[in-house]
């Protein structure tokens, strides 16, 4: 694994996930994958933003199943590369494949979704928060003793 530089440490960051933004444009993959569907790698919840300092984290939660058919391919989705495979790695396509399939070839029996939690509090949690931005963006005012903004 590299190490980071003074030169990372100087480059821009994404708001959303904290990663440096190349050198060429500055653009996250996160901006275009903001449904939960693109953070399930593994069953049970999956802690997906996380920053020193801030006891407030945002935690992927739910299982995801998606009945997929197109054509003579049929599979049951459960995970994040399975819909990379298929091609759908951003929003747009996820949105794209329900219009073209509707339920019949994209039915979702199960969906994830975001929580806020808290390391000083284990018993804080939200509701379900539904994209990326709006999750992290409350652990973030939360974490500065702001009220949250649920959209």
């Known amino acids: 694994m590299k190490g980071i530089t003074m030169n990372d440490l100087l480059m821009p960051r994404c ?3 904290g990663i440096p933004f190349s050198t060429m444009a500055i653009t996250c993959d996160c901006v275009n994958r903001q449904d939960p569907a693109f ?5 049970g919840s999956e802690c997906v933003w996380q920053v ?4 407030f984290y945002v935690m992927r939660c739910g299982e995801m199943r998606i009945n997929y058919k197109k054509g003579d ?3 049951v989705i459960r995970y994040t590369d399975q819909l990379d495979a298929l091609g759908i790695d951003t929003d747009k396509k996820l949105q794209d ?5 509707g339920d019949e070839g994209f039915y979702w029996d199960n969906n ?3 929580e806020v939690y808290s390391t000083d509090d284990p ?3 939200t509701d379900a928060i539904h994209e990326l931005d709006n999750a992290v963006l409350n652990a973030i ?9 649920w959209v």
Request: aromatic share 20%.
């Open 97 to 101: 494949i329900y219009a073209e399939l």
């Open 73 to 75: 391919h049929e599979e």
């Open 39 to 43: 953070y399930v790698y593994e069953q």
């Open 112 to 114: 994830s979704w975001f």
């Open 123 to 125: 018993d804080f949690y």
């Open 15 to 17: 708001e959303i996930c």
């Open 52 to 55: 020193d300092g801030n006891p």
């Open 141 to 149: 005012r939360l974490g500065q003793g702001k009220e949250p903004i």
